[in-house]
């Protein structure tokens, strides 16, 4: 032994190896990262348009992994492209129906594993898909050049389209009341004003109702009183005064019994689990209406911009979309019901809408 050596180096040589044998190995205590392997009521669809190139796509939010998961359709089918102008999705008899409106087709697939069932097309620019039977569907469609309008009936037992009826300009969104279902009109490319009401049974228009310019998204309270959002008209963005106001508008028993004014372009509108306050965003920011109010809130709901808000039927939790530029990726931004962040997350190019298992 050297002359030098001292006696507590021998002490702290012993100690080092004793403390690195003690300690367990870095992979040992690491927890292992959770994996989306399939979607289920544990979370919910985002719907990205794509913008006008073939790249829509849908995304899954998991409530209790805290994660999403982008393109889950293309990676389930060797990245086959969904379609351009992605702009539903849909559960229907255990299947997801999926429209993508610039690609003129309706695509059906797996809602677990978005593994692809089918496809039914023939249509020309459909928006929006609803179940009215347990045997049919109607799919709104604007329509070459959105010049006229019409509800595409389809057979859900042969998914193909069995049937056209005639309405208005730009139908858009539809809500199912009873034995009828409500068709807003938005006037396509031009412009229209007018709410259709659809016997389901016959597959016949009852008749029309004047709403007001450019009547875009619908709800339904819980007193089964009907709500349209109307966008109003942007002539010249840099002239406000030159601009037609859209309206807020609530419909008892098929007639107009409340207009309250709101900002052009406002939307889109959704409602919350116990049906009693609606939510749609106009000036950049969220606004909250009850039900039983008479004019607008005064101030904003949550003081941000988003593409698509929604109300999580499961726990009442908020989740709004922003485009950002529509060029770039998306971003989903989820809210405790006290309106706390709970989380922030990338998702598709251009998300318009949130869609649930509930």
């Not at 994660?67 to 389930?76: L, S």
């Not at 139908?171 to 034995?179: A, D, Q, R, S, V």
């Not at 485009?323 to 405790?336: A, K, W």
């Amino acid at each position: 032994m050297s002359r030098n050596f001292q006696p507590w180096v021998l002490f702290m040589l012993l100690f080092a190896c004793l403390t690195w044998t003690a300690c367990p190995d870095d992979d040992e205590t690491d927890m292992p990262v959770p994996e989306i392997t399939s979607y289920d009521d544990n979370g919910f669809f985002i719907v990205n348009d794509g913008g006008e190139s073939a790249n829509g796509s849908i995304s899954f939010y998991h409530r209790d992994y805290k994660m999403v998961k982008n393109k889950i359709y293309q990676e389930a089918n060797d990245m086959e492209n969904l379609g351009t102008k992605v702009n539903d999705v849909q559960l229907i008899n255990g299947k997801a129906y999926i429209v993508a409106t610039g690609s003129n087709k309706v695509v059906i697939a797996d809602p677990n594993t978005m593994v692809k069932i089918g496809e039914i097309s023939g249509f020309r620019q459909p928006r929006k898909i609803i179940e009215v039977t347990p045997d049919k569907a109607y799919v709104s469609q604007w329509g070459y050049n959105a010049g006229y309008g019409s509800i595409k009936v389809i057979d859900l037992n042969g998914n193909s389209i069995i049937d056209s009826i005639p309405t208005r300009l730009g139908p858009e969104e539809m809500l199912k009341l009873g034995n009828s279902v409500y068709v807003t009109n938005t006037g396509g490319d031009l412009i229209d004003s007018v709410l259709t009401k659809i016997n389901i049974l016959s597959d016949e228009v009852l008749r029309t109702i004047n709403v007001g310019k450019t009547p875009t998204y619908i709800e339904a309270d819980k007193n089964l009183n009907l709500w349209i959002l109307t966008r109003g008209v942007i002539i010249n963005p840099n002239s406000p005064e030159s601009n037609i106001p859209g309206e807020l508008v609530r419909i008892s028993s098929d007639e107009v019994n409340l207009r309250i004014q709101t900002r052009p372009a406002a939307g889109p509108l959704s409602i919350n689990r116990t049906r009693d306050k609606l939510y749609f965003v106009q000036n950049g920011w969220v606004y909250e209406h009850a039900i039983e109010d008479s004019e607008l809130a005064l101030f904003p709901f949550i003081e941000r911009f988003f593409s698509a808000f929604a109300v999580d039927p499961l726990n009442g939790n908020f989740i709004g979309t922003n485009p950002q530029d529509y060029i770039n990726i998306g971003e989903m931004y989820l809210y405790d019901i006290e309106k706390n962040p709970l989380d922030t997350v990338e998702i598709g190019k251009g998300p318009i809408d949130v869609e649930f298992f509930q």
